[in-house]
C-alpha cells in the first residue's frame, strides 16, 4: 500500500534552516509529481511546493518563494523540502502529499515549530 513518511521537522529559531524528508513506498515514485503542504494551528491545509515527476519544474507558494526548495531522489524513492530564513509564521504541521489514481495520499505529517 502507498505509504508516506515524513521526518526531519523540530524546534528552530527564527532565520534558521530545516531540512524535511518524506520516505515514499507502494507506488512508482517516478511517475507522479509530489507535494508539500502545511497546516498551521486553526487554519486550512495549503499547498506550500510541488515538483513534476522529473523533477525538472517546480512550484511555490508565494509565502515561501526564494526561500524554500522542493527535490527529490527518485533513486531513493524520497521527497525533500529544504526551509532557509524560517519565520513564526512558517510554524505549522509540513505533510508529504501525492495524488494517484483519482486519491490523495498523505503521511503522518511533522511539526516545524519557528521560535525564540
Known amino acids: 500500500q502507498v505509504q508516506l513518511v515524513e521526518s526531519g521537522g523540530g524546534l528552530v529559531q527564527p532565520g534558521g534552516s530545516l531540512r524535511l524528508s518524506c520516505a515514499v513506498s507502494g507506488f512508482t515514485f517516478t511517475s507522479y509529481p509530489m507535494n508539500w503542504y502545511r497546516q498551521a494551528p486553526g487554519k486550512e491545509r495549503g499547498l506550500v511546493a510541488s515538483?513534476?515527476?522529473?523533477?525538472?519544474?517546480?512550484n511555490y507558494a508565494d509565502s515561501v518563494k526564494g526561500r524554500f526548495t522542493i527535490s527529490r531522489d527518485n533513486g531513493k524513492n524520497t521527497l525533500y523540502l529544504q526551509m532557509n530564513s524560517l519565520k513564526p509564521e512558517d510554524t505549522a504541521v509540513y505533510y508529504c502529499?501525492?495524488?494517484?489514481?483519482?486519491?490523495?495520499?498523505w503521511g503522518q505529517g511533522t511539526q516545524v515549530t519557528v521560535s525564540s
Open positions: 502529499h501525492v495524488r494517484r489514481r483519482g486519491t490523495s495520499y
Open positions: 515538483i513534476a515527476s522529473t523533477g525538472d519544474s517546480t
